[in-house]
């Protein structure tokens, strides 16, 4: 029995204590392409495609996600040991348009990907989705030989390096990939990228972790200048197919074309994905580890971007609740949301309460021109029951390097987690 418990513990140790030297091979990249498909009510996801790159820039450390963020869960275990090698939290637009009018009648499908390193040998996949209770529930489960995956060649597209502080493995690397950019416009791509990249590592938290992070360009160029734009009746088909007027909301800058920008993405190493709109309107879009959208030519573009990014790198949530934007019961507020920077104060512990100073009334009044740390009631499209944690922030106001305290720890918490 001794001898029994003994070598259970070594097998133990040995496959939790070096689980990426043993399971993956770190020569090469696995991509799986799925597809959510369903209506307001039901749901289905179908792998469709495997594919296999020879190079790789995972940092081994962030094999498996400690954040917990995200209404899906990617989750691989080997086929033999079972032994859980890696995870991922994620959002989805099918989640999102799920809860639009055109769900209520019409079945669709969207794309999406799981970028992974390639595993030695048979596993099984799985992407579980969250309910209202923050409870998972398996939608799709299988057992996968990665001997399955194709060579999947590269675009011949130019990749250039903006901002270097290091090897891809142990740093965080922003892609960024223009959309809207005709053959004339190379100039305007790189002026806009530079731009763009300044916007990023000149707001805090960034500000302060220049050395953690990389920034890349992939140069695209689509058959004309401009973004399509429904409601100016500008019609456009560029490189991704970037749209305003996105699920029928005018501002919301989006692209269905995941497969698309993750052929474009892959020329670079990558953790975050930026879409670089040709568009002096205001607008963009964040989905959480799939992407975020910004526009390079309007006033507000270094807000937009940091805003955007704080959704698609971070988890944060919005914070705004104004009536023109107003969701009633977007969150259920007896369950603590996921997002870091609200809550609804059924599990407090668990987001900024330590960081609060001693004494803060719970809930916090709004005074003026005191945007201290708190729990202020009005977050995440709520007027009531959902809290944020100063009155103004850059994920509530139109305000350039505006972060509060909470936000800021999300997002660096994040890239130290990727620069560990």
Same mark, same amino acid.
């Given at each position: 029995?001794?001898?029994?418990?003994?070598?259970?513990?070594?097998?133990?140790?040995c496959?939790?204590?070096?689980?990426?030297?043993?399971?993956?091979?770190?020569?090469?990249?696995?991509?799986?392409?799925?597809?959510?498909?369903?209506?307001?009510?039901?749901?289905?996801?179908?792998?469709?495609?495997?594919?296999k790159?020879?190079?790789?820039?995972?940092?081994?450390?962030t094999a498996?996600?400690?954040?917990?963020y995200?209404?899906?869960k990617?989750?691989?275990?080997? +086929?033999? +040991?079972?032994?859980?090698?890696?995870?991922?939290?994620?959002?989805?637009?099918f989640?999102?348009?799920? +809860?639009?009018?055109?769900?209520?009648?019409?079945?669709?499908?969207?794309?999406g990907?799981?970028?992974?390193?390639? /595993?030695?040998?048979? #596993?099984?996949?799985?992407?579980s989705?969250?309910?209202?209770?923050?409870?998972?529930?398996?939608?799709?489960?299988?057992?996968?030989?990665?001997?399955?995956?194709?060579?999947?060649?590269?675009?011949?597209?130019?990749?250039?390096?903006?901002?270097? +502080?290091?090897?891809?493995k142990?740093?965080?690397?922003?892609?960024?990939?223009p959309d809207?950019?005709?053959?004339?416009?190379?100039?305007?791509?790189n002026?806009?990228?530079?731009?763009?990249?300044?916007?990023?590592?000149?707001?805090? /938290?960034y500000?302060?972790?220049?050395?953690?992070?990389?920034?890349?360009?992939?140069?695209?160029?689509?058959?004309?200048?401009?973004?399509?734009d429904?409601?100016?009746k500008?019609?456009?088909?560029?490189?991704?197919?970037t749209? #305003?007027?996105?699920?029928?909301?005018?501002?919301?800058?989006?692209?269905?074309?995941?497969?698309n920008?993750?052929?474009i993405?892959?020329l670079?190493?990558?953790?975050?994905?930026?879409?670089?709109?040709n568009?002096?309107?205001y607008?963009?879009?964040?989905?959480?580890?799939?992407?975020?959208?910004?526009?390079?030519?309007?006033?507000?573009?270094?807000?937009?971007?940091?805003?955007?990014m704080g959704?698609?790198?971070?988890?944060?949530?919005?914070?705004?609740?104004?009536?023109?934007?107003?969701v009633?019961?977007?969150?259920?507020i007896?369950?603590?949301?996921?997002?870091?920077?609200?809550?609804?104060?059924?599990?407090?512990?668990?987001?900024?309460?330590?960081?609060?100073?001693?004494?803060?009334?719970?809930?916090?009044?709004?005074?003026?021109?005191?945007?201290?740390?708190?729990?202020?009631?009005?977050?995440?499209?709520?007027?009531?029951?959902?809290y944020?944690?100063?009155?103004?922030?850059?994920?509530?106001?139109?305000?350039?390097?505006?972060?509060?305290?909470v936000?800021?720890?999300?997002i660096r918490e994040?890239?130290?987690?990727?620069?560990?």
């Amino acid at each position: 029995m001794k001898n029994l418990l003994l070598t259970s513990v070594f097998l133990s140790f040995c496959l939790w204590g070096f689980p990426q030297k043993d399971f993956f091979n770190f020569k090469e990249t696995l991509r799986i392409d799925y597809l959510f498909e369903g209506n307001w009510k039901k749901d289905t996801l179908y792998t469709k495609s495997f594919y296999k790159y020879k190079f790789n820039h995972f940092n081994p450390n962030t094999a498996i996600d400690k954040f917990n963020y995200g209404n899906h869960k990617v989750e691989v275990f080997d +086929s033999l +040991s079972d032994v859980l090698i890696f995870s991922k939290g994620f959002n989805s637009i099918f989640e999102e348009w799920q +809860s639009t009018a055109e769900a209520k009648t019409k079945t669709k499908s969207f794309q999406g990907s799981i970028i992974m390193p390639m /595993p030695k040998r048979s #596993f099984k996949f799985v992407i579980s989705n969250k309910d209202k209770q923050n409870n998972y529930h398996i939608k799709h489960s299988s057992y996968i030989n990665p001997n399955i995956a194709k060579s999947k060649n590269l675009p011949k597209n130019e990749t250039y390096t903006i901002h270097k +502080s290091g090897k891809a493995k142990d740093k965080f690397d922003i892609v960024i990939i223009p959309d809207g950019y005709g053959k004339n416009d190379s100039e305007k791509i790189n002026l806009d990228a530079q731009k763009i990249a300044d916007g990023i590592l000149k707001c805090s /938290p960034y500000s302060l972790l220049t050395d953690k992070i990389n920034i890349h360009l992939v140069q695209v160029f689509s058959g004309k200048s401009g973004i399509n734009d429904p409601t100016r009746k500008i019609k456009r088909e560029s490189a991704l197919k970037t749209t #305003f007027n996105f699920f029928e909301s005018e501002r919301y800058l989006m692209t269905e074309e995941v497969w698309n920008m993750y052929d474009i993405a892959m020329l670079a190493p990558f953790d975050a994905i930026l879409i670089m709109c040709n568009t002096d309107k205001y607008g963009g879009g964040g989905i959480y580890n799939l992407y975020a959208t910004t526009c390079a030519s309007c006033t507000e573009y270094a807000f937009i971007t940091t805003h955007e990014m704080g959704h698609s790198v971070a988890g944060l949530a919005d914070e705004y609740y104004t009536s023109d934007v107003s969701v009633e019961d977007y969150y259920n507020i007896s369950v603590e949301p996921v997002e870091p920077n609200i809550t609804t104060l059924v599990d407090f512990d668990s987001k900024w309460k330590n960081m609060l100073p001693e004494g803060t009334e719970i809930p916090t009044q709004i005074k003026a021109n005191d945007n201290s740390l708190g729990v202020y009631e009005g977050a995440g499209y709520q007027a009531k029951g959902v809290y944020r944690p100063v009155p103004n922030c850059s994920m509530k106001d139109v305000i350039y390097n505006y972060f509060c305290p909470v936000c800021k720890r999300a997002i660096r918490e994040t890239i130290e987690f990727y620069t560990k």
